[in-house]
């Protein structure tokens, strides 16, 4: 029993909790970047709730509760916590003072510029145009 704990431990510590070492993201960052990138969410475009980015990657690609991935999405846009913030967010992130940020329904985010290994930035619609998403509210 302890061997499986032990071997089922070190399997979440390199699978989950270590960043890659050829972009330095964790699956949940790359689940993030990619669930904004296929909802239209590109640094060319108008900033959107980060509760759409949230529901997003919940829903198509990491079902585990919208806490873990909101307090993913705030880390990737404040510049103290990260080298380069990958998410352009406009409203209260948080502070380096450990203020926590504000409700993900008061924030809102833009994806930021991709670096490539080259070191240059590039934007993402540069490499795969596409259209804005479009919501349709009911009327009543």
């Not at 909790?17 to 993201?25: C, F, I, K, N, T």
């Not at 198509?60 to 993913?72: E, Q």
């Not at 080298?83 to 948080?94: C, E, K």
């Amino acid at each position: 029993m302890q061997r499986s704990y032990i071997d089922y431990a070190m399997s979440v510590i390199v699978g989950r909790a270590l960043p890659e070492v050829r972009d330095g993201l964790k699956p949940v960052h790359r689940r993030v970047l990619y669930a904004m990138y296929d909802s239209g969410f590109r640094p060319d475009r108008s900033h959107a709730k980060s509760a759409r980015s949230v529901a997003e990657t919940m829903g198509n690609y990491h079902p585990h509760g919208d806490a873990s991935i909101y307090d993913t999405l705030v880390r990737m846009a404040q510049p103290w916590s990260m080298r380069y913030p990958l998410v352009d967010g406009q409203g209260n992130f948080g502070s380096p003072g450990n203020d926590p940020p504000a409700a993900m329904r008061y924030c809102i985010t833009g994806d930021a510029l991709v670096a490539l290994p080259e070191g240059e930035s590039v934007r993402i619609a540069d490499i795969v145009p596409g259209a804005r998403p479009t919501v349709t509210t009911p009327s009543t």
